[in-house]
């Protein structure tokens, strides 16, 4: 592995390089979007399947929406000129608190793109917002690139209301929905959320804790802020976070993070992670655990945070990847020696 390999498999929140080909595939776009032509005038970046940081691909947004001039960076047929993310930000600043600013939000964009693809719903004591793009009019068609796409849209909006609020709102965040299906991706920048992911969930959305609805607004509504406030919100969020686990994060965290992913095959880890299988389980050795043992044990622990949380045991059985709760039910008594059932009745008598 040379250097440069070595950096990129270091990186904790990565884009493949590959997954967002018809990002980097874009013609003509001006000279001045640098870090763009970095990346897309890099002819080995196909047969590679080179990463990039996730901030540099929100650097690279950036660029494109002043080079393209359409915030959707040629997303939609319907562009959005620059400026448009500034005047809806204007309008939030006069919003009392998080979920009146959600709310014209979703307003928002869905009149700039002309669709109710956008909404904000309280369900069951949590705060949602719930993106339906099944009838938006993709200029893009493919469906890897439209998930990875999406998926950091939600970061992006995570950023615009961490903004709105001057708050660190993943505490408060309980949930991420994806369209996509289950299983090994090629990025891995949907480490960056520390909640549980719903896979196949026919939407994409973020669900907060109902406590967010009330937190203040703080933009100041005499300053005059642009997507590329935004955009910088977002990269120094991303890079606190990177940094925290390039410092903290040991092997067997970082195995956690893969796992979160759908990741669970010993050797599709081992290649996550950068490492050989045999590397893999001498470093686990280290830790006095094997690939095997360190499983069960997230597995576990997330199984019972789950239930302590109120989900029914068939959709936590789904969650965490079983093919039926009963197959579910069998790996947590060999865990604990009880059912889940059992458990739940503890945690009661408690």
Same mark, same amino acid.
């Given at each position: 592995?040379?250097?440069?390999?070595k950096q990129q498999s270091?990186?904790?929140?990565s884009v493949?390089q590959?997954?967002?080909k018809?990002?980097?595939?874009?013609?003509p776009v001006a &000279?001045s /979007?640098?870090?763009f032509?970095?990346?897309?005038?890099n002819?080995k #970046?196909? &047969?590679?399947?080179?990463?990039?940081?996730?901030?540099?691909?929100?650097?690279i947004l950036r660029?494109?929406?002043?080079?393209?001039?359409?915030e959707?960076?040629?997303?939609?047929?319907r562009?959005l000129?620059p400026g448009t993310?500034?005047y809806? $930000?204007s309008?939030?600043?006069?919003?009392?608190?998080?979920? =009146?600013a959600?709310r014209?939000?979703?307003k928002?964009?869905?009149v700039?793109?002309?669709?109710s693809y956008?909404?904000?719903?309280?369900?069951?004591?949590?705060?949602l917002?719930?993106?339906d793009?099944?009838m938006?009019p993709y200029?893009?068609k493919s469906?890897?690139y439209?998930? $990875?796409?999406?998926?950091?849209?939600?970061?992006?909006l995570?950023?615009?209301l961490?903004? &709105?609020?001057?708050?660190?709102l993943l505490?408060?965040?309980r949930k991420?929905?994806?369209k996509?299906?289950?299983g090994?991706?090629n990025s891995?920048h949907m480490s960056?959320?520390?909640v549980?992911?719903r896979?196949?969930a026919g939407k994409?959305a973020l669900m907060?804790?109902?406590?967010?609805a009330?937190l203040?607004?703080?933009?100041?509504?005499?300053?005059v802020?642009s997507?590329?406030?935004?955009?910088?919100h977002?990269? +120094?969020m991303?890079?606190q976070i990177?940094? =925290?686990?390039?410092?903290?994060?040991d092997?067997?965290g970082r195995?956690?993070?893969?796992l979160?992913q759908?990741i669970v095959?010993?050797d599709e880890?081992?290649k996550?992670?950068?490492y050989?299988v /045999? +590397?893999?389980? #001498? #470093?686990?050795a280290?830790?006095?655990?094997?690939?095997r043992?360190?499983?069960a044990?997230v597995?576990n622990e997330k /199984?019972k945070v789950?239930m302590s949380?109120?989900?029914h $045991?068939n959709d936590? /059985?789904d969650?965490l990847g079983?093919s039926?709760?009963r197959?579910?039910i #069998?790996?947590?008594k060999?865990?604990n020696?009880? =059912?889940? =059932?059992?458990?739940?009745?503890? $945690?009661?008598?408690k």
């Amino acid at each position: 592995m040379n250097t440069k390999q070595k950096q990129q498999s270091r990186d904790i929140f990565s884009v493949s390089q590959r997954d967002i080909k018809p990002l980097l595939d874009m013609n003509p776009v001006a &000279s001045s /979007a640098k870090l763009f032509h970095k990346y897309a005038d890099n002819k080995k #970046r196909m &047969s590679h399947n080179q990463l990039m940081p996730l901030s540099d691909y929100f650097r690279i947004l950036r660029e494109l929406s002043v080079a393209l001039q359409d915030e959707t960076i040629h997303l939609s047929p319907r562009h959005l000129i620059p400026g448009t993310t500034g005047y809806i $930000i204007s309008n939030i600043a006069n919003c009392q608190n998080l979920e =009146t600013a959600m709310r014209l939000i979703a307003k928002s964009y869905n009149v700039l793109h002309g669709g109710s693809y956008n909404r904000v719903e309280i369900k069951n004591g949590y705060l949602l917002y719930i993106i339906d793009d099944t009838m938006f009019p993709y200029v893009m068609k493919s469906e890897d690139y439209i998930h $990875i796409t999406m998926e950091c849209v939600l970061i992006y909006l995570q950023g615009l209301l961490s903004y &709105s609020t001057s708050c660190d709102l993943l505490p408060l965040l309980r949930k991420v929905y994806t369209k996509r299906t289950r299983g090994p991706l090629n990025s891995n920048h949907m480490s960056y959320w520390n909640v549980p992911i719903r896979y196949q969930a026919g939407k994409y959305a973020l669900m907060y804790d109902l406590s967010a609805a009330k937190l203040p607004i703080t933009i100041d509504p005499d300053h005059v802020s642009s997507s590329a406030d935004i955009y910088e919100h977002v990269i +120094t969020m991303i890079s606190q976070i990177d940094d =925290t686990h390039k410092t903290m994060v040991d092997i067997k965290g970082r195995i956690s993070l893969a796992l979160e992913q759908g990741i669970v095959k010993q050797d599709e880890v081992a290649k996550y992670l950068g490492y050989s299988v /045999a +590397t893999l389980k #001498r #470093r686990l050795a280290v830790e006095n655990t094997t690939f095997r043992q360190h499983v069960a044990d997230v597995l576990n622990e997330k /199984a019972k945070v789950l239930m302590s949380q109120g989900m029914h $045991i068939n959709d936590v /059985a789904d969650e965490l990847g079983f093919s039926d709760f009963r197959s579910f039910i #069998r790996a947590f008594k060999n865990w604990n020696t009880i =059912t889940p =059932t059992m458990y739940l009745k503890t $945690i009661d008598i408690k």
